[in-house]
């Protein structure tokens, strides 16, 4: 038990912890520096901080935090207290992460790693006037650091680290006439996770719905308990892997109820110095149809009665859309507002 004058002795100062009873049990880690989270299994609970510091390292490392400062807080850790904590704002923290990982908790998401990795992205009260986010408030903690990047986990754009293949993918909204479609650049080093994120934030789609990816042949998910057919997880494979040389065949399906199906083309295969920011949406043509609208049918049908105001159902449309549908337009400039909110709705899965 810590005496009330004891000091952290690491770089990013104290963590604390918290049980959190699901199904099976979680422990969180939480850094009242940056605010960073950390989730490891609770079980068993007896050694939870003899591998505390490790599930700590993962995530650091994770968000690009250099070996040697890693190494440093670990070294640190070597000496574990215990103290109680009356601090209502790690509290509250705490709280709120673990109100959002119970969601998601169990067939959903049962990585707990992920999880870490998500909600370092939620936007904090207590950092509103600091960086945002958990992952911003590390990336500046570290930022005398050169070799400190936001890594594209964090779902933002950023330099992709040098040494990386990155893939030119041109995504079309299969069916769509005229096409609807996107031209992204990934880091091929990120997951097909990943690869989801920011096809739904280069369309405009919300990660409301169910999606896959099927790449000659192999369906690509997160696995869940009631799948009719096993998928392999898309979390535990780059994007690199999945396409390979770029040969290959790629769809992408969301929303298993509308049925917006894609076809992926990779363009090109670059290098990090042949591009300025990645992940990015460089190209694209015509608007993302809206979300619930019943697919490529019920869009059309859609476009035709906001079109015409004597439609008895015009009004309706108009209000539950929250406007009017320009077809024919897109911005790119969206992209990055677009997938930094993606894991503020990556947790509501209604499929």
Known sequence: MAAADDVSTTALGDWFATALFWKPQAALLVNTATMIPAFTPLAPAGKLLDRAPEA???VL????VPDDKITAELAEMSDVVIAPTNDRQIVGVMNEFAWQGEGVWGPHDPD????????SELILGPLTERHGTPADELAAFFSTDADVVALP??????VAPAGRRVHQLKVTLRGSKPPIWRRVVVDGGQTLEHLHAVIQAAFGWWNYHLHDFDIDGVRYG???EDDWTPVTDERRV?????IGNGARKIRYLYDFGDNWDHDIVVERTMSTSDVATVPDCIDGRR???PEDCGGLWGYRDLLGILADPTHPEHEERLEWIGGPIDPDAFDPSDFADNLHQQTLTSFDVFD
């Open 56 to 58: 700590i390292a993962a």
């Open 61 to 64: 490392r994770a968000h690009g």
């Open 112 to 119: 707990l790693f992920s999880m870490s990795m998500r909600l």
């Open 153 to 158: 986990t964090a779902n933002k754009p950023v």
């Open 222 to 224: 997160i696995p869940d």
């Open 238 to 242: 780059s994007i690199d892997q999945a």
């Open 287 to 289: 608007a993302c149809p």
